[in-house]
Structure formats: C-alpha cells, structure tokens
C-alpha cells in the first residue's frame, strides 16, 4: 500500500512536470514562429511566396505549418484575394489530411468547391480544380482525382496557359502511373513536353523522374537507369541543390533495390540521406531511413533496420504526421518480432494502434492487426492470433465499405461543419494558442498514463501464478482451434482449387447492388485484363462498366427473368478488355436464394468465346466472297463466250463467202475482215494466256537496257494501227516525252510495250472523240529517279464506285448484258500485274463523263556496263543477206506455206522439212543452208533432239525455234537445248524478218 502511494505520486509529479514543460516548448515555439509570422504581415513578399515558406516548417513541426499557412488564409481573405484564399485552403487541406484532421480537411476542401462556384473566371475554376485533384490523390481517390484534372484541363484550353497545361498533363500522368496505365502516361507526358514544360528546371526534374519510374515499372532498366542519371547530372550544376541531388539518390537507390543489387542500392540511400540532411530536409530524410532499413530488411540484418527505423520514428515524431509515425511503429514492431522480441514488438504495435485511433483509418488498423496476426501466431498464440485475423478482416472489409459511403459522409461532414461553420473560426482565431496547449498537454498526459498503465502491468504480471491453472484449459481450446482451422483452409483449398481448374470463370453475384460479384475465381484477371485491386477499386468487382451498354441492359434482363421465373439463362454479349479490346463473353447462370441475408444472388459461369466469333465472321464474309466469286465467273464466262463467239462469227462466216465467183475487191474486203477478227481474237488468247501464268506465278523477267524514246515510238506507231483497227480516226492520239531522247530504262522492254498497248487500247475503246495523251516524265524522291508513264484521255471517265474494281481480273466498270463496250476485261488486270512484277505501281484518276488518266512508275536506275545492241538493219546490209538459202522445219503444211511465201516474198531461198530427221539429213547434203527455222513439237523426232544433233555437226548454223506451246519458260529451254532464238506462233512478220536479218547478217 505505500509502495503503491509511493508510485502514484511520483506520476502526479511528472505529470505537473509534463504540463510545465508543454507551458515552455509552447512558448519556445511561439518565439520561433513570431518573426515568421511578423515577417507575412510586414514583408512585401506574394502570398504564394509565403506560402512556399510556411511549408517548409513541416519539417519542424506540422503544427507550426498548419498555424503559419492559416495565418496567409486570413490575410488573404482580408485582402479579397480569392487565387490565394484558393491556394492557401488547399495547402491547409493537405497538412490536415496528413496530420488526421481529416473533418476540417473536408470542410476546407468543401470551402475551395465553394469559391470555384462563387467564381465566374476560368482562371479560378482552374486552381480551384487543381487543387481538389491534388487532395483527392492525396486521399487515393484517383478516379476523382482525374475528373478534377480533366476539368482544370478545360478551363486551361480557355485561358490558353501553356505552363499550367504543361502542369496538368504531368498531374494526370502522375494518376496513370499509380493505375499502372503506361498507355496513358506516354501519351501525356509527350503532351506536357510540347507545352514546353520541361524548360523550367524544376519541372524537367520531375518530368525526367516519372519517365525513369515508367521505364523501371515495365522493367526496362537501362532505359530507367540513364533518366535517373541524366536527373543526377541535372542536378548536380544547379543551385542550392542538396534537396535535388538527394532527390535523384533517392531514385538510384530504389533503381538498384528493384535489380536486387542490395550494395549499390545502401550505398545510393546512404547519399541522398546526407543530402537531404545537409538540406534540413527532415520528413525525407525520415522516408530514406526506412527505405534504409527496408534495404538491411532485404539483408536479414534485422538490428541495423531497427536503429534505422528508431532514426526515423524520431524524425517523425519531432514533425508530428501522425500517418508517418505509424507507419515508423509499425516496421520498428516488424523488426523486433523479426528478431524474436514479441514483447518489444507488441508494446510498438500497441502505440500505432494507440495513434491511429485518433485518425480513425481501417486502412493503417488493418495492416496493424495483420502483423499482430503474424506475431501471435509464429509465438503459438492461437487464440489471440485468431482473434486479431478476425479484427484484420472487419477492418479490410470496412476500408472497401468506407468508398461506397465516402459520398454520404462527406455529404453530411459538410452539413454538420457548415452548422458550426462561423463558431469554429472564431475559436479558430482567438484561441488557437490556447488549443495548442491543450493538445500538447494532452499528448504529455497521454504519455504519463501509459507510463502508469505499463506500471500496473508490472503489477499484473505477480498474480499470473493464478493463471497457470487455467493454462491446461486454453491449451486444449487452442488445440481445437488448430484442428477447426486446418480442417477449414483444407477444405477452402480444395474448393479453390476445383474452381480455379475450370476452363472458365466461376462467379456468384449479388442482385443488388447489381453486378458485384462476392466469388469468382483466379482467371477473372485474365478476363478482363485488370489486377484484382484494380478489379476492386475502380469496377467494384463488377464486370457491368466493361460491357457495351446495348448489350448491358438485354443481360440484366435476362438475369432478372432468370431470378423472376427461377430459371438458368444463356447468353452473349461484347466486353471490352483492359479498356480496349472487344471479346465476346457466354454468361450462363442460375438463380439461388441467400438464405442467411435474404437476398438474390446469381451462381455462374462465364466463357470467352471471342475466337468463335471471329471464326463465324470470317465464314460469313468467306461466304460473301465465294458468292461474289461466283457471280464474276458466271460474268467471266458470259463475256468471254461473246468475246470468243463475236470474232470466231466473221471468221467462220466470211470464209464461207469466198469462192471462186466472189469478186476481187469483195474478197479483199471479207479477207481484211478475216484478219482484224484474227488479230482480235489472237489478244483475247494472249490476255488469257498471260493472266493465267501471273496467277500460276509461272512468267518471268526478260531485263535489258533500251532507249526509251525508241521504245515510246514503237508504242506510238502501234497505237495508230489500233487506232486504224477500230476506226478511232476521230481521235488525236499525242507522244509527250522528254526533250533528252537518250534516256535509257532497264526492264523488260516487251513488257512494258505491252503495258502501255493495254492502257491505249483501253482508252482507245473508251474515248468515241477527243485526245489521247502518252509519254514519260523524269521524276525525283527521296534521291530515287524513277519514270512516271501516263495515258490520258477525254473519254467517258470512270464513276467512283467503280474505280477499286477496273483492275481486277475479268472485271470492267460495266459487268451488265447491256454494256456498250467490248472486252473480257483482262487488259487492266495484266498491265497491273506486269507493273507490279517490274517494280511499279498504278493508279487512276477519273471524272466520270470527262475523262481518265492512268498513271504507273518504274525504276529509272541503270545496272553497271550495260551497253545497248541496236536492232535496226540497213538498206546494205538487208541487200546483202538476200538471196541466202532458209531451211523451213514444220509439220503442218499450211504453217510452211505462210513462212514460204513471208520469206521469199524478202528474196529469200527456202527448203521444207516435215520432221526432225529430214531437217538433220537437208543439213548433211545441203551446205547452201545458211539459217533453220524449227518447230519443236513434230513427229518421228521432235525439234529439241533435232537441233541438238545439227548443232553437234554445224555449231554456227544458226536454229531459231518457233512453237504454238507459248509459255513464258519456253525461251529458256530453247536456249539450254541449243537454240540460238526463240519466236512464238502465230507468226509476226516483223518479228520473224528482224531475226532473220539479225542472224543472217552474222553468219559467213
């Protein structure tokens, strides 16, 4: 009893000793603070100035940065300066919300909303908004926080503030990066970087910082390695730099943590500590000794953490953020349980439970009751461990009620702090001196009462002899427990992983609030394309806000129908994934009563069925395509059986009509007929004939240099023989090329004659009058010289609609039976595809009733040495190769007959063979023979094994074959089987002269 007595007044005494000292630190830091205070009323510094100032007392002390920043307040209401009323409230909003005023933080906040609304300049809309966005970041609210940046964006747009734009765009990125967005951060930041943010060299700091941050999230680590070192560089030729070169450490330190290179990551931590200290920056010096512990954490040396983190918690004492001194206790309570001292970890638990009451955060109780949870448990405690999980999860369920009812609660915090609104500033005002007393005298007695407290569990600890008695009793309760407790995670185990093995996602849902899903298993992030916290903060565990709205409400019909008839549903709708791309999702589900709650709830099962869809998409336009297929080969056929039929009729028909009684000029008049019909038909066999070996990919290239004005003048004198062919004499047909008429091209020049006879035939037949206009243009990009080749008419022109079609195969911009104009529509196909094989492109462009101009683009480049052969024979030497004798290899007579007559007609001699074996036995006996015309396919012995007989015997003897069988690989195995050239049927006269006279003329 007197040792009792004893002990009770030496607590009375300290406690007058407390109150004493809470008398003289109060007055100490009045006299601190006075010329602080003198100095805002007296100096002619900007309120945004002293505010900056005010700020800085933080890290002495949060109270003195909350009783500076109020004083700016009241100034700047006096003065009715609204930006700096605006200003000086979000400050003050923020140190609230950091020192758990959280009620007089809303009402400030609540205050800016007012103002803003007060305000009809977009310039205070703007701050008004910048600020909540900041406060709501703060409060981890970043969905609003968003909405209020969005907002100031806006007003920023009307003002046209580039900075301020610059200011807002690196907010937002800021929000992206802690949502884990990276889409979203790249995209604006690049938009802060071209309002010229980045020339501040504050904002550059900062900008280099999120930018490294974003490389090390996605674990690019060299690219996040160099920003972090380009931020040190910066940093190190700037003035008053401690802060900043402890700021860029900092980063370095975490960049090292994050590729577990421990030693570079203490050593980077330690630098930015003595930086920021050399700074007097105290709240991060605090932040970097316990990310200085985390790191001797990571090296299992638990000691030096904990002296690091008592560093710390001192730091943060002496500042007064009561969040950060429970986050100190709380790892200094890690490290001692860590070490094996559970009484020691308990008692620093018990203080930042103590501390957070006063702020009244399940988030910090959640996270404290969890690690008491693990200390109970590792230390065999099975009662209270069980206990403390319970707290764990009430407090973990209560921080995910606490956003559905943060509307409501901070609805009626602004009712309840409007009421009491004019009373609270003038106790503000006149006693604020007098609450800071009572709150730290209040602190020092609180201090005093657990020195008494832990006295009288001194005490307690004696009559713990009567406790071993019951010891027996909870040993065999906690026995139970661990058996009630592995039967549960059992069976929990089990469930789990029978619902994660399904192949789809498992669900059970709540009616009301609609969508939320209080089940489901693990693959409902791959689903969606979110991370379960994400899945939590943003959506509410509902899958609603992802599904187009459409298909939204026919789903919550059906689900409705489903609990109203208490019958399943099936159904699919479109879902966006990870907010960008549509899947198709099958939900079946059925209805089931939640007895214990009295609600419905829905049990099911969803599917991702994208890829069945997409799979009967691609039918259906497979569908689409093969009926459309199937129309144009009707087409095909329909026209190519006219086309066919129209020239094969005169053919048939005006060889019926000669006879020997028909007169001459008729005759001569049926026989041109006879020819242009041939002619016709002969290009219709050749385009089909092409076509096919460009779609068997069966034609090659046949390249060499030629003169290119040449060439265009041979197109020219072609196109007025078709001209002539069609009776076109109505039409001006004009050649445009460059005054240089040596340019030379390297392609294949038969190639591009056809080419260009293909565009001018189809001109030709389009244009009934008017001009016809061909040639070339040199033309220049990117240091490549190409050829531009066009041919322009004044014919019908082509409708728009039509011009994506006129180049496809068997198409033409009139498929009916009506049409005016000829054609199997294989012109334009076969000239696009040769373009395309020689490098080239083509286009069009049309007016429709005015005219077309095709234009295509070939290579200008010459390969190295290239020389060019002149084909052109004069008068001389024509004159002196006739006369020579021409051996004529062919089986069918009337084929012999037409070389007979082309040959001699020249003043050549020639000698019929119908076979191979004779052509070898006319060579033996006839040395007169000076050239071979071969056909290849021949009975007895064909014109292959033929020509390699006579090449064996007569070497010189030049063999030129010729066939029907025109592919285009013919050429080549002509050539391997000795032949010296290569002429295809039916016979061209100029073709056949023109090698006559080259090989002639070269023979002795």
Known sequence: MHRNKIVDFIILLLIVSTIAACFNILKAETQIGEPFVDSVFNSDKSNLELLGYAMEFRNISIDSALLYTDKIYQRAVLEDLVSDQIDALGQLSELNLQSGNTGLAYEQMNRISQLGEDSHAPEMKLKVNLSLGRIASIEHEYKGSLEYYFTALKYAELSDNQHQKGEIYYQIATIYFILGDFENIRYYLDKAFMTGYTKDPESYLRYEIIVGDTYLAQEQFDSALYCYLRVRNFAEVMPDNYEKLGTAYAYLSKYYLTINDLIEAESNCKLSIKYFELGHSLERMASLYTYLAHIYSLKDNYTQALVYNKIALKIRTRIGINTLIISSLNNIGGNFSELGVPDSALIYFNRALDIEKGNKSDMYKAVIYKNMYDLFLENNNQALALEYYRLYRDYTDSVLMAKNNKAISQMRIKFELEKEKNKFNAFELSKSKTIQIILISFSLVMVVMLLMLFNKFREK??????????????????????????????????????????????????????????????????????????????????????????????????????????????????????????????????????????????????FDVTDKKLTEHELVIALEKARESDQLKSTFLSTLSHELRTPLNAIIGFSNLIDLDTPKQMVVDYLGIIRRSGDHLLELVEDLFDISLIETNNISLHQSVGILFETMSMVEHLSRFEQNK??????????????????????????????????????????????????????????????????????????????????????????????????????????KRYIELLGGRIWVESTFGKGSAFYFTLSADLPDKQLIESDDFTIQEQENVRGKTILIVEDIPSAHVLLKVLLEREGFGTIWAKNGKEAVEFCHTVPEIRLVLMDLKMPDMSGFVAARIIKEDFPKLPIIAQTAFAVDGDRQLALEAGFDDYIEKPIQKNILLKLVYQYLSKSK
């Open 726 to 831: 069609l009776n076109k004499q109505q039409v001006t047909i004009n050649l445009s090329v460059p005054e240089d008429t040596s340019l030379k091209i390297y392609t294949d020049l038969r190639k591009l004659k056809q080419i260009l006879i293909n565009l001018l035939k189809n001109a030709l037949k389009f244009t009934p009058s008017g001009t016809i206009d061909f040639g070339y243009q040199v033309e220049k990009h990117d240091e490549n010289t190409f050829y531009r080749f066009f041919v322009i008419d004044t014919g019908i022109g082509i409708q728009q609609k039509n011009i994506d079609i006129i180049f496809d195969i068997f198409r033409q911009a009139d498929d009916s039976l009506t049409r005016q104009y000829e054609g199997a529509g294989i012109g334009l196909s076969v000239a």
């Open 461 to 606: 600890r004696q009559d713990n002899k009567l406790l071993l008695q019951k010891n027996k009793i909870i040993e065999e309760q906690n026995s139970q427990l661990e058996t009630t407790l592995r039967e549960l995670k059992a069976s929990e185990q089990k469930y789990r992983t029978l619902s994660n093995n399904l192949p789809g996602l498992i669900f059970r849902l709540e009616t009301n609030p609609v969508g939320h899903m209080i089940f489901y298993n693990n693959l409902l992030p791959e689903l969606t394309g979110y991370s379960e916290a994400v899945l939590r903060r943003d959506y509410g565990n509902s899958l609603d806000q992802m599904i187009l709205p459409d298909d939204l409400s026919t789903l919550q019909e059906a689900r409705q129908k489903s609990i109203i008839e208490n019958k399943p549903y099936n159904i699919t709708y479109r879902f966006v994934h990870q907010g960008s791309t549509l899947k198709y999702i099958n939900e079946i589900g059925v209805p089931v009563q939640d007895i214990l709650n009295k609600q419905e709830l829905i049990d099911g099962l969803i």
